[in-house]
């Protein structure tokens, strides 16, 4: 995939605006799994989707011609999501007359099995994960990343993207009650 990312990359920062919708045809899928992974809300992952290609194409002008134009979008997709989260954690939120806000209804499982009632299981555990966690756990272990890529793509070292990885994977065990 990555030559023929840099290639449609290379040519787009050269003019060729049919190369950009061949770049967005070929990574849409995955940046949007990525940020749905990431923002656990699929309306969401997909306004952070546009927001990712319209940041590439402000910054074509910085990308390095002839280089690898994936870390590098998925690092766009990573900082737009962040930027997505800071914003909502400063959010005003509405009150009532006596100070309490209003509920909000959790999603039911009507009628779900025991695989639907796990996968639920599974992605609450992944939301509890801080967002640097649950970061490395979707990057290398939902998205098969190379802890290398992931590492680039998180805009951190090696290094720090196992141990992150580490205490996800820990995490995720003891909130199963399994044994590290």
């Known amino acids: 995939m990555p030559v023929d990312a840099t290639d449609r990359m290379q040519r787009y920062c050269d003019g060729d605006a049919s190369a950009f919708r ?10 949007l799994a990525y940020l749905t992974h990431m923002a656990r809300d699929r309306a969401l992952a997909e306004d952070l989707l546009q927001h990712t290609f ?6 074509r002008g910085a ?8 870390p590098w979008i998925y690092a766009i997709a990573h900082r737009t999501f962040l930027d997505e ?23 039911a499982l009507d009628d779900a099995g025991p695989d639907a009632v796990a996968l639920a299981a599974a992605l609450a555990a992944l939301d509890d994960l801080p ?5 490395a756990v979707v990057l290398t272990k939902l998205e098969g990343k ?5 590492a680039e ?3 951190t070292t090696p290094g720090a993207m196992k141990v992150r990885a580490h205490r996800g994977y820990e995490a995720l065990r003891r909130k199963f009650g ?3």
């Open 54 to 59: 319209l940041k590439v194409h402000r910054a």
């Open 146 to 150: 190379s802890v290398a890529e992931a």
């Open 63 to 70: 990308y390095v011609h002839g280089a690898d134009p994936v």
């Open 131 to 135: 967002i640097q966690q649950r970061e």
């Open 85 to 107: 989260a800071r914003r909502v954690k400063r959010a005003i939120v509405r009150v009532d007359a006596e100070g309490t806000p209003p509920d909000l209804a959790a999603p």
């Open 178 to 180: 399994r044994k590290p």
């Open 22 to 31: 061949a770049l967005h045809a070929l990574l849409a899928a995955k940046l």
């Open 153 to 155: 793509i998180a805009g």
